[in-house]
């Protein structure tokens, strides 16, 4: 596959525009006219020579994701799913307004966009819908900046000094880390003066615990702020919910990554714990949480497991997330609830697999809307991990 236009970076088109005896700064209208004006088709960069943009249309076509199909939430939340060049799917989800509950008291993120960093992901985690398909390629640099462009522009969404307040997360299919280069390769592209400008500070990467990229991933600059995946406060459950543990070294290994983690003045790591009625949300399950993290500066968002077909689990009740998050606030761990958006169209924490859903929204050249996935009831899963 050709190298995706958008991974490229300002530097790379300038020795573009050299090897075609341009001047530098003709690479530079060429990296401006992707990242800045976000153009669909090269017609579209008028400001470029028309033999120029004829020589760029044969050899850095720029190949927007296709949407297969959108599905729109009675929350607001959109998933879309997308097929890419090569006809690999992947998702992509918007989210007007993203929740989180503290102390009584809601905070709420504007314009949040989820994307994937994978088709597929190869972790395994036994309670994520994603999983359950697999790792079928990385995608490169550019096919991740893609999603980000498109959903832009669905939304009418214009990021930037006095416009619209964008968040990033890095928490769609697949596993960021285990696809480093692109990753970070996009999170340049995405904050890069003359292109996007995203602050980095909007971005957060979610991981399973990929020990020795979260020490890698410490040193780069600009880097999206991290968040780690736990889920468990023992090895033991760890393991069995989240198999990738076994060659990480353990916990101990990956807080001390954590521990080790070079911040910002400001900035927290982010600790996310998927809760599992009767698996890991006992009040002995957060007292070992609060022991484990204590020292650190560090949040915990707590996201009550969202239901996924197939999938032998059950959200705990509601007054038991509010014990666990209780009990860590008191053990001096700040916790926040992660109200779920689209769990009605699978597009919340874990359901995204390319599954239909109902609430299907117009797009070009949607295929028919599919037939509604259907829900199986969940079974308690402590005797059967």
């Not at 990385?138 to 964008?166: C, F, K, M, S, T």
């Not at 996007?196 to 600059?221: H, N």
């Amino acid at each position: 596959m050709a190298e995706h236009p958008l991974s490229l970076s300002p530097a790379d088109w300038e020795v573009r525009a050299r090897s075609r005896r341009l001047p530098a700064w003709r690479g530079r209208q060429i990296y401006a006219a992707l990242h800045a004006q976000r153009i669909e088709t090269w017609e579209q960069a008028a400001h470029l020579p028309a033999g120029l943009r004829r020589e760029l249309s044969g050899e850095w076509p720029v190949i927007a994701p296709e949407v297969e199909h959108a599905y729109a939430s009675t929350d607001g939340t959109v998933r879309y799913l997308l097929r890419l060049a090569d006809g690999a799917e992947i998702e992509a989800v918007y989210l007007p307004l993203e929740e989180f509950e503290a102390g009584g008291r809601r905070r709420a993120r504007r314009h949040t966009f989820c994307i994937s960093s994978q088709a597929g992901c190869a972790v395994g985690c036994r309670f994520c819908l994603t999983a359950q398909l697999g790792l079928e390629r990385n995608l490169a640099a550019g096919e991740i900046v893609a999603q980000v462009y498109l959903l832009l522009r669905r939304h009418g969404l214009h990021p930037g000094a006095g416009g619209d307040r964008l968040n990033l997360v890095y928490m769609g299919m697949g596993e960021p880390l285990l696809n480093y280069a692109a990753v970070m390769a996009s999170a340049g592209r995405l904050t890069e003066a003359g292109g996007l400008e995203l602050p980095p500070r909007r971005m957060t990467l979610s991981t399973a615990g990929i020990v020795d990229k979260i020490r890698q991933l410490g040193g780069e600059s600009p880097r999206p702020r991290l968040a780690i995946s736990l889920h468990a406060s023992t090895d033991e459950l760890r393991e069995r919910l989240v198999p990738l543990h076994r060659g990480q070294g353990g916990l101990e290994a990956l807080l001390r990554a954590a521990r080790e983690y070079p911040l910002a003045p400001r900035e927290r790591l982010t600790f996310e714990y998927v809760l599992l009625g009767g698996v890991n949300d006992s009040l002995q399950d957060a007292r070992r949480l609060a022991r484990l993290l204590a020292g650190m500066r560090a949040k915990v968002n707590l996201i009550p497991w969202n239901a996924g077909p197939g999938l032998a689990f059950e959200a705990p009740p509601p007054e038991r997330v509010r014990e666990f998050q209780a009990q860590l606030n008191a053990g001096g761990l700040p916790a926040w609830i992660r109200h779920p958006r689209g769990q009605d169209i699978y597009a919340a924490c874990g359901q995204l697999a390319r599954a239909a859903a109902p609430g299907g929204i117009a797009a070009s050249g949607d295929r028919p809307l599919p037939a509604a996935a259907t829900a199986i009831p969940a079974q308690p899963l402590r005797d059967t991990l």
